[in-house]
């Protein structure tokens, strides 16, 4: 479970009635192994992977680029299959857990729809999953709130900064009041001013909420501030190496970034990254990176 | 950053505006030829000028003067009838109108159905596709009396050839349209959990709207292009493709009719393209404005 954190309080996020006991990790992967390509030439994009996620958790993935992490949120979100191992989310099989909606997904580009005003972007999953129009409203309204966008909600997403549109992201995902947040690089491609302030962001709302978040990223300072725990990856095969307990005081702010044992926590995982590194460069293969067969292998 | 959404009525007014000035121009070009290679201009049976060259092309048989043309759509269509020729024509427009109206709904909603149905089914894409693009290598010149021998000479194989016409750029178009949206945009929905009509109708039907429109613009002129191909060789008693034919046979008597029949057919046709481009208008408010065509 995560550091000492504040209450949950102000804008309720988690639905009640969540399946499972409240001691359950949100996320279990036991021995999950990813292969991509054909019979004759697979490429092993993930092995044995064991990680388990608790309720309330803020966990990053982070690895040089090629390691699997995108490819191991996607699994842990259903939008692609295990070739060995389950994959549990909220003691049910990823399928299931999809189907149930059981979690919000934010991808690198906020995928926003140009015809939709700001407000209806946010109100889509409402739609689909039937909740009428007056909680959709509300619904809407509370999470432009939550991520401080009230003032745009008639806006097109095309009329926002790139920040604005990655909140709105945000906004959608934490809309149907799902358990579990995954984030795939979010803030790669802000710039750092305005990653930082996103960064902030982002553990005000986890803090408010208490929503279990699986974080995606390559900037070792961005895994350090954010997260309960980093576990760290490494490449082909990808695996988890080593995983970093960070016991920062919360609430984290400037200071946290200023603050010695964040520049210590910052040396572990850079290092933890660089063993990763050398023990993976000795099983280098010359094969393509996995992450990118998968992302351009992706749904069509 | 921000994006100029909304259309100001100024730049609607110019596109008026230069519109006008577009047909201005053509007139003044239209009679300065005339008037320097066209036949001697006579008032009251006198001569009151003498063009410098004589081009063959100026002639009055082949390019009358342009109020010639306007003073003959107020006579009657023919001697002792009622009907002006402007009249005449523009009833021919618009049974014109009714029949390319048709097969350009006809057309667009099958090309619509078709690609819905491509995007859906590889299996069905694979196997309709090149016979799809293999339809549109036939000239409609040639299928337009096969249509007509196995329909007769009525209304309907009008509209079966201006839909053949028009349901091609919409079908490719659209099967453009619906895979358009960004791969992610199909997986958030899978993260959803949504149906196929759900990515349906919230992600591909909207984002392939300006794929349809740019079709749209171009099946609109094909409809009336059909319609009148339908007419005139098949043998049609009304409509502009009867007018154009009938016409084209007095031309050396009166050219003046088939030239106020094509701009008759001229002014339907951006009329109807018009429409088209004011429903993409509306239709599009409040999206950027890249890339329409």
Same mark, same amino acid.
């Given at each position: ?107 690198? *580009?906020?995928? @926003? ?5 700001? +407000?209806?972007?946010? %109100?889509? &999953?409402? #739609? =689909?999953? /039937? ?9 809407? *309204?509370?999470? @432009? ?5 009230? +003032?745009?909600?008639? %806006?097109? &997403?095309? #009329? =926002?900064? /790139?920040?604005?549109q990655q909140r709105v992201a945000i906004a959608r995902a934490l809309a149907f009041s799902p358990s579990l947040l995954l984030m ?20 005000s709302i986890w803090e408010r909420t208490g929503i279990t978040v699986v974080f995606v990223t390559h900037s070792i300072p961005e ?78 | ?293």
């Amino acid at each position: 479970m995560g550091a000492a954190r504040p209450p949950a309080g102000g804008i309720r996020v988690n639905a009640t009635g969540e399946s499972g006991a409240a001691d359950q990790p949100v996320v279990r992967l036991t021995g999950v192994g990813k292969t991509f390509g054909a019979m004759d030439a697979p490429v092993v994009a993930l092995a044995d992977i064991n990680l388990e996620i608790g309720r309330g958790e803020f966990v990053s993935l982070i690895g040089p680029s090629g390691c699997g992490k995108s490819t191991l949120l996607r699994l842990i979100g259903d939008l692609t299959d295990a070739t060995d191992g389950s994959v549990e989310v909220n003691g049910k099989p990823a399928r299931r857990a999809r189907l149930d909606r059981d979690y919000g997904m934010v991808f690198q *580009s906020p995928v @926003l729809f140009d015809w939709r005003t700001v +407000e209806d972007n946010v %109100r889509l &999953p409402l #739609e =689909l999953f /039937g909740h009428d129009r007056a909680s959709q409203d509300r619904r809407a *309204s509370e999470m @432009l709130e939550l991520v401080g966008l009230t +003032e745009f909600a008639k %806006r097109h &997403p095309y #009329e =926002l900064s /790139g920040g604005m549109q990655q909140r709105v992201a945000i906004a959608r995902a934490l809309a149907f009041s799902p358990s579990l947040l995954l984030m795939d690089e979010p803030f790669g491609a802000l710039d750092e001013m305005t990653r930082e302030r996103m960064n902030s962001e982002v553990l005000s709302i986890w803090e408010r909420t208490g929503i279990t978040v699986v974080f995606v990223t390559h900037s070792i300072p961005e895994a350090v501030f954010l997260s309960s725990r980093v576990a760290v990856m490494s490449a082909r095969p990808g695996r988890v190496t080593r995983i970093v307990e960070v016991d920062l005081p919360r609430p984290r702010g400037l200071e946290t970034r200023e603050s010695p044992r964040y520049f210590n926590l910052i040396i572990e995982v850079r290092e933890a990254l660089r063993a990763g590194d050398r023990a993976g460069a000795a099983s280098e293969a010359t094969l393509a990176s996995p992450e990118r067969t998968a992302a351009e292998g992706g749904i069509g | 950053m921000t994006v100029q959404t909304a259309r100001p009525r100024r730049t609607i007014l110019r596109r008026i505006v230069s519109f006008l000035v577009f047909i201005v121009a053509v007139l003044v070009v239209w009679e300065a030829f005339k008037l320097l290679a066209g036949d001697p201009i006579f008032v009251d049976g006198e001569k009151i000028w003498d063009p410098p060259l004589t081009v063959w092309l100026a002639t009055d048989v082949n390019l009358p003067h342009t109020w010639v043309i306007w003073n003959r759509t107020l006579a009657p269509v023919t001697s002792g009838a009622k009907e002006s020729l402007g009249g005449y024509l523009i009833g021919q427009a618009v049974f014109t109108m009714r029949e390319s109206l048709t097969g350009f709904a006809i057309g667009g909603v099958l090309g619509i159905a078709l690609a819905t149905l491509f995007v859906h089914f590889r299996l069905i894409e694979r196997a309709f596709v090149p016979y799809v693009v293999a339809s549109q290598t036939i000239p409609i010149i040639a299928l337009a009396p096969l249509i007509m021998f196995f329909t007769g000479h009525n209304v309907s194989s009008v509209i079966i050839i201006a839909t053949y016409l028009c349901f091609f750029p919409v079908t490719i178009a659209m099967l453009r349209g619906l895979r358009s949206p960004d791969p992610r945009a199909l997986e958030l929905m899978r993260s959803y959990a949504a149906s196929r009509r759900a990515v349906l109708w919230k992600v591909r039907f909207p984002a392939s709207l300006p794929y349809l429109f740019t079709a749209l613009k171009i099946t609109a002129t094909a409809s009336i292009v059909g319609a009148i191909v339908g007419e005139g060789p098949g043998g049609m008693q009304e409509g502009l493709g009867r007018a154009l034919m009938f016409f084209s046979q007095q031309y050396a008597i009166s050219p003046e009719k088939l030239w106020a029949s094509i701009f008759v057919t001229a002014g339907l046709g951006i009329l109807f393209y018009l429409a088209v481009v004011g429903a993409e208008q509306w239709v599009l408010r409040g999206r950027p404005q890249a890339a329409f065509g």
